[in-house]
C-alpha cells in the first residue's frame, strides 16, 4: 500500500484541493492501493500516516513546496522514517525539483521525483512493488552506491489530455468549497502542464524546460461542469501556470461554460492576453471570467530584459492592460517582483512609482508585490546574485530555519543586496497603498469602511510620504484588511 500525503500549505485561508495527488492518484487507481493524506485537513496526519505503515503501508509520495509545506514535511519524514525504516519516503513537486541533493543527502528522503512526475512516480512504484532496481528511470534522482545523490535526465511532461480522470471520490471535494472574490464555493483545477516562456526568475521554468501542455477545451469545461453539477461549485480557479496560452481554446472553453453561469479566475501573461480580440474578451467575460493573475514583474523595461521575460513584455503593455481589463470589468491582478539586482533601491523605487501609475489608470487593479528571490537558473539575475555573495542552503534543516523559511514567502533578511530600510520602504509603501486603494475582492471592505481607509491614507498617499504608517495598521486590522499573497481572494 501507499500513501500520498499533501503536507499543510497555509493556516490562513482554507485549503485547496491537492490537485497533484489527485493526479498521481489517478495513476494509482486499479493498479496500487493507496490513501490520501491532506495535512490541510487532518491535524495529526504524522499519527494518520503512521497507522497506515502499521497497517502495511510501504511507501509514502509527498508533494512539498518551499514555506510551510517543507517545514512541515521535513520533522514528519524524519520522525517517520525513524519510526519505520523500511519505509520508502519519494518527494516530489518545486522543492525537490530544484533541490533533489539536499532532500536526498538529508537521510530519510529515498527518491526525488524531478518536474511533472506523474508518470515517473507511477513506473517507480510499480518497480519497487515488484521488487525492481528503478534507478534507470528518468526524472528519477536517488542516492547511488556510495551516498552520494544522483539525478538522471528529466522525463518528458506528461499530456495532461492522455492523464486518466481525478478520482474525486478519494477525497471530500465539499471541504474544499471556500468562498473567493470569484464565488461563495470556489474549487479548483489544473486544467495545463508549464509555460513556452523562460523567465529567469521562475521555478516554472526548470519544471517544464519551455513547454506548454494543456488538456482540450472540451475536457476543462467537462470537468468545471462536473465540479458544479457533483460538487456544488459556484467558481472555478484555474492553477495552470499559464492557462490563457492558446487563444483558440480559450474561446472554446468559454463557450462550453457560458451557461454554467460560475466565476472562474486564471494565470496568464500580460502580452498574451493583449493580443486577443475583443469578441474572445467578451467571451471571457460573459463566460464568468472575473480576475486574470498576470505578472508584470518590473516597472523598469530594461529589467523585464534583464529577467528574460520573453514574449513582448513591456511597461506600456502593462498599462495597455490595466486599460483594457478596466474596459471589460475583469479584474487584474499584477504582480510584481522588486528589489533585483544590480540596483535593487532604483528597481524599488522605479517600480513603486509605476504602480501608482497603474492604479490611475485602473484603480481596481490588484497589486502583488514579491521581493526578488533567486532560483537556480542559468542567467544574469542569478549571477549577480551569486557575485553579492548569495548561496543557498545545503541541508533541509538550514532550509526550514525562520530565515528561510521567509526567504521561500520571499520575506527574507538572506538577500545582501536588500537592505533593512529598503525592505521597511517596501512594507510602507504596500501599506499606504493598500489602504488608499482597498481591494475591491474583499466583501467586507466597503461602503463606509472603504471611505475611512482611504481617507485615513489620502495624505500620505498624495504626498508620497508612506514612512511609519503606525496608524493604518490597526485601522487595517479592525476593518478586516486581508494581505491577498498571503490570505488569498
Ligand atoms: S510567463 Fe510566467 S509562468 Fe511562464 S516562465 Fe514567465 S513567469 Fe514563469
Not at 530594461?302 to 486599460?323: C, H, I, P, V
Not at 488608499?436 to 482611504?454: A, C, D, E, K, Q
Request: proline share 7%; aromatic share 12%.
Amino acid at each position: 500500500m501507499l500513501i500520498l500525503y499533501n503536507p499543510p500549505s497555509s493556516a490562513r485561508r482554507k485549503p485547496v484541493m491537492p490537485l497533484a495527488l489527485l493526479a498521481l492518484g489517478a495513476l494509482m487507481e486499479g493498479r496500487h492501493e493507496y490513501a490520501i493524506v491532506d495535512g490541510n485537513l487532518d491535524t495529526n496526519a504524522l499519527e494518520t500516516i503512521d497507522r497506515h505503515v502499521r497497517d502495511g503501508a510501504r511507501m509514502l509520495g509527498i508533494t512539498v513546496m518551499p514555506g510551510p509545506q517543507l517545514a512541515d514535511a521535513v520533522p514528519l519524514c524524519r520522525e517517520l522514517k525513524r519510526r519505520h525504516p523500511g519505509l520508502t519516503i519519494i518527494w516530489g513537486g518545486y522543492f525537490p525539483t530544484q533541490h533533489w541533493d539536499v532532500c536526498l543527502k538529508s537521510g530519510f528522503v529515498d527518491y526525488v521525483v524531478r518536474g511533472h512526475g506523474e508518470v515517473v512516480f507511477q513506473s517507480l512504484v510499480d518497480r519497487l512493488a515488484s521488487g525492481e532496481n528503478p534507478t534507470d528511470l528518468a526524472g528519477l534522482a536517488y542516492r547511488q552506491a556510495d551516498g552520494l545523490p544522483f539525478s538522471n535526465p528529466t522525463a518528458p511532461i506528461p499530456h495532461p489530455d492522455l492523464m486518466p480522470e481525478f478520482p474525486y471520490q478519494r477525497i471530500d471535494v465539499r471541504r474544499y468549497a471556500r468562498k473567493s472574490f470569484m464565488g461563495r464555493r470556489t474549487l479548483a483545477h489544473h486544467s495545463s502542464y508549464g509555460c513556452p516562456f523562460f523567465c529567469n526568475f521562475c521555478a516554472v521554468v526548470n519544471m517544464v524546460g519551455g513547454r506548454w501542455l494543456a488538456q482540450s477545451a472540451e475536457r476543462t469545461a467537462n470537468v468545471a461542469r462536473r465540479l458544479v453539477t457533483d460538487y456544488g461549485a459556484d467558481a472555478v480557479e484555474f492553477y495552470d501556470n499559464n492557462f490563457f496560452v492558446h487563444e483558440a481554446r480559450t474561446v472554446d472553453f468559454a463557450e462550453r461554460i457560458l451557461d454554467l453561469g460560475i466565476g472562474w479566475w486564471g494565470d496568464s501573461r500580460i502580452d498574451t492576453l493583449l493580443r486577443y480580440s475583443d469578441r474572445s474578451w467578451r467571451l471571457m467575460r460573459d463566460s464568468g471570467l472575473r480576475m486574470v493573475f498576470m505578472g508584470a514583474e518590473s516597472g523598469s523595461d530594461e529589467t523585464l530584459k534583464r529577467m528574460n521575460k520573453g514574449g513582448s513584455a513591456s511597461t506600456d503593455k502593462t498599462l495597455a492592460m490595466a486599460e483594457k481589463a478596466r474596459e471589460y470589468g475583469i479584474v487584474p491582478e499584477f504582480s510584481f517582483v522588486l528589489g533585483n539586482p544590480p540596483d535593487p533601491e532604483g528597481d524599488v523605487r522605479g517600480t513603486l512609482e509605476f504602480i501608482r501609475k497603474v492604479k490611475r489608470v485602473n484603480p481596481h487593479t490588484e497589486i502583488i508585490m514579491y521581493v526578488y528571490t533567486p532560483v537556480p537558473l542559468a542567467g544574469e539575475l542569478y549571477d549577480q546574485a551569486k557575485a553579492e555573495g548569495f548561496a543557498f542552503p545545503e541541508t533541509l534543516d538550514e532550509w526550514v530555519s525562520g530565515d528561510w523559511q521567509d526567504f521561500a514567502q520571499r520575506r527574507s533578511a538572506q538577500i545582501p543586496w536588500l537592505d533593512d530600510p529598503l525592505r521597511r520602504h517596501l512594507r510602507d509603501f504596500e501599506r499606504v497603498l493598500s489602504a488608499y486603494y482597498p481591494t475591491i475582492t474583499n466583501p467586507s471592505l466597503h461602503g463606509v469602511r472603504r471611505f475611512v481607509l482611504r481617507a485615513a491614507s489620502a495624505w500620505r498617499y498624495h504626498l508620497g510620504f508612506y514612512r511609519y504608517p503606525y496608524e493604518l495598521r490597526p485601522l487595517q486590522r479592525l476593518l478586516a484588511y486581508q494581505r491577498p499573497e498571503t490570505c488569498g481572494f
